[in-house]
Structure formats: structure tokens, C-alpha cells
């Protein structure tokens, strides 16, 4: 009778944790299924995910007049995730951003990754996270948890890794995102989410007239093929000072920076100014139209903000809208680029026995 009793118990906690069974979304060209998740709160902000690649795709928040409407860019089917996305809503990983070369050196091992950015590595490799079908560990109303175990050697990485993903709606219109990960052999790790946002709802206009501010005096400057020269360069008097809010267009064409010339505008990583390891807000976004407002917070160190330089327009996206140069942009909070070859930069190494932890929250309100 206990025992009866007790396997009621598992079995009614077990449905309490799966009591969002998602919907079909489709099935990847390998005929793995995938399930589309919606988390929805009481004031009616929804946030829709894919166990493929993580996905964000649909973040539906008010405007100043209440209207729901969508903030970030994304497809309305998995054919066309599959087929071309500039990483749209994904998590990236095993290694999110650049290593010079698509090489590094680990405990006197070198290790060789795909480089098929200009010749550098990016965002985990050719079939990297943001492509895989991740286990679904939980879904509830209100959050979702799913799991990917990375193979020894998979993408070039070493290490079997084992990682968990946790995504939580708040009832004050949060998306939390939460990363853990275990390593049997030491490996290098920088999981990031890279959702395009475009505050003004649906996608409307581009993303020129945002309102962007970011808690960092220095920026990690780069070369010509976007990996970091070393040199964490003061941002005061150029473009890349967001110290204090500036619309994103008015700096973004100004050639006098080499570093925007380099970018073709910003894409870049900031090293934020919090300290090492503590969680803090580190940038807001307004777009003024619409009244919407989304802070971001992270304990990691730097944030990559990119503003869709390389959309050009040959993709079409949810509401039909086709997706020209910065229709969208990305505040991918991370650790440095190339980090694995820059003993200076913080470091990316997981080794067995610790557990990686990362958390950032995107939230959404009315400025
Ligand atoms: C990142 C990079 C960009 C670009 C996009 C994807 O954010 O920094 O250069 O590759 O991903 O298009």
C-alpha cells in the first residue's frame, strides 16, 4: 500500500513537470521529431521554443497600448530552420563566436575545429548546437528544460559534455536562461543564445532607430576576420561608447573607425564593466515607437552586439517579412572571443569535476 502510495506520488510530479506537452513541429531530414513549446505568463507576454537548436521563435510582449506583438526574428516553420538561418533565436555552442584558425592548444594537445567563417571558427562548428535535437528534460507553463549530450571529439571539441538548458517565463515579463555542464575530459565551453531582436513588433522596420545601452568602458577589438587583436580598447570617444544611450544608426556608418569599418558596424564583443563572475544588469534597448523596453542581465564577461550587418534580404520570415541589413540585433552575452588562444582573456576551460553555470534574463517592459 506504502509503495502504491509512493508510485502515485513519482507518477503525479512526473505529470506536474511535463504538463506542457508542446506541439509537433516537425521532423528534422534524419526523422527526429521536434516539439514546439509555449511559455505564457498571466499577463499574456509567450515565448515559443524548439527543442531543435534551442530556438527561440516567437517572443510575443505589449506595447505602450497593450498589443502583443512579436520581438524577434525567426520562421514560422522548421523546413526553413533547417535549411538557412544566420542562427536565428539558437543556442550556440559548443564554443559560441570565433577561434582563431579553428584552432587551439589544451593541455599541451592541439585541436583542430572547423573554420568555415573567413577561415576562423564560429559558433560551434558546421553541425553545432544550434542544429542538434535536444532532449526534453521538463516543460511546464512556465519553463523549459532540455539537455544535449556533445560527443567526445564531436565538432572537434574533446570531452564527452553533458549540458542542460533551462529557459523561465516570469510573471514580471522575464525570459531567464540558464546553462549547466559537465566535462569528463577538459574542454573549452562559451554557450550563448543568439536571438535577433526587433522591438518594434513584427519585424516592421529595422532595427536603425533602437535605443541601445551597454555597461562597458572597453570593447575587445578585433582584426579583419573579427578575432580579438588582444587589445581590450577604451570605447570613450568612439562609436562603441554606449555608456550612455545612443540610437543605434546615428554612429554605426562611421568610417573613421577602423573598428566599424572592420565590423561592417557593430559586431563586436564588449568586456562589461560589472565585476568578473557577478550577475548584473548590463544593457538596456528601447525602441521609441512602440515604447518597448528590454534590460538584459548575465554574469558572464562580455556581450557580442551585432546588429544584422550580413542580412541582406534573400530570407523571409514570420508576417512575410523579408529580413534586410539590421532588421535584427543580438546581445549574445559570452565570454571573449578566441578565448581558448588569449591567456589574458578569462577563461573558457571546463574541466572534469566542475560544473560550468551561466545565467542571463532578457526582460521586458514599457520605458
Ligand atoms: C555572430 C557573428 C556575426 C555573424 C552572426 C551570424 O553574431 O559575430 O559575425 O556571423 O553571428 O550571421
Known amino acids: 500500500m506504502k509503495y502504491c502510495f509512493l508510485a502515485l506520488f513519482f507518477m503525479s510530479q512526473n505529470l506536474l513537470a511535463m504538463h ?31 527543442n531543435y537548436g534551442g530556438i527561440i521563435q516567437k517572443i510575443l510582449t505589449p506595447d505602450r497600448t497593450g498589443k502583443l506583438e512579436d520581438v524577434v526574428l525567426g520562421f514560422e516553420t522548421l523546413d526553413e530552420y533547417i535549411k538557412d538561418t544566420p542562427y536565428f533565436g539558437a543556442i550556440v555552442g559548443r564554443f ?3 577561434i582563431a584558425a579553428g584552432k587551439f592548444t589544451l593541455d599541451g594537445k592541439e ?23 535536444w532532449q526534453v528534460l521538463e516543460a511546464s507553463d512556465r519553463s523549459l528544460s532540455l539537455s544535449y549530450i556533445s560527443k567526445d571529439l564531436e565538432e572537434g571539441f574533446p570531452g564527452n559534455l553533458s549540458v542542460k538548458l533551462t529557459y523561465t517565463l516570469s510573471e ?7 546553462y549547466e555542464a559537465t566535462t569528463d575530459k577538459a574542454t573549452v565551453l562559451n554557450l550563448s543564445n543568439h536571438s ?15 535605443e541601445v545601452q551597454i555597461n562597458a568602458s572597453r570593447l575587445v577589438a578585433v582584426n579583419k576576420v573579427l578575432i580579438p587583436t588582444g587589445v581590450l580598447a577604451p570605447v570613450a570617444g568612439t562609436p562603441f561608447d554606449f555608456t550612455k544611450s545612443h540610437v543605434v544608426g546615428d554612429r554605426i556608418n562611421d568610417t573613421s573607425s577602423e573598428q566599424i569599418v572592420l565590423g561592417g558596424g557593430y559586431d563586436h564583443c564588449w568586456a562589461l564593466d560589472k565585476p568578473f563572475g557577478s550577475y548584473a544588469k548590463i ?10 523596453k528590454m534590460v538584459v542581465s548575465t554574469d558572464q564577461p562580455g556581450v557580442q552586439f551585432y546588429t544584422g ?4 534580404g534573400h530570407l ?4 512575410g517579412v523579408a529580413y534586410g541589413k539590421r532588421f535584427g540585433l543580438c546581445l549574445e552575452t559570452e565570454h571573449f572571443p578566441d578565448s581558448p588562444n588569449q591567456s589574458a582573456f578569462p577563461s573558457t576551460v571546463l574541466r572534469p569535476g566542475d560544473t560550468y553555470k551561466t545565467k542571463t534574463a532578457y526582460q521586458f517592459s514599457i520605458n
Open 111 to 133: 585541436y583542430t575545429l572547423a573554420a568555415q567563417n573567413n577561415g576562423q571558427h564560429l559558433h560551434g562548428g558546421l553541425v553545432g548546437f544550434d542544429k542538434k535535437v
Open 20 to 50: 506542457n506537452p508542446g506541439k509537433p513541429f516537425g521532423q528534422t531530414p534524419a526523422g527526429e521529431s521536434v516539439t514546439l513549446f509555449t511559455l505564457k505568463n498571466a499577463k499574456g507576454m509567450e515565448v515559443h521554443i524548439m
Open 196 to 210: 535577433y531582436f526587433n522591438l518594434s513588433g513584427n519585424a516592421k522596420r529595422d532595427i536603425l532607430a533602437h
Open 309 to 312: 550587418n550580413f542580412l541582406d
Open 96 to 98: 559560441g563566436n570565433r
Open 172 to 178: 514580471e515579463n522575464e525570459l531567464g536562461i540558464s
Open 316 to 319: 523571409t520570415g514570420k508576417y
Open 283 to 292: 544593457a538596456t534597448v528601447v525602441e521609441p515607437v512602440s515604447g518597448r
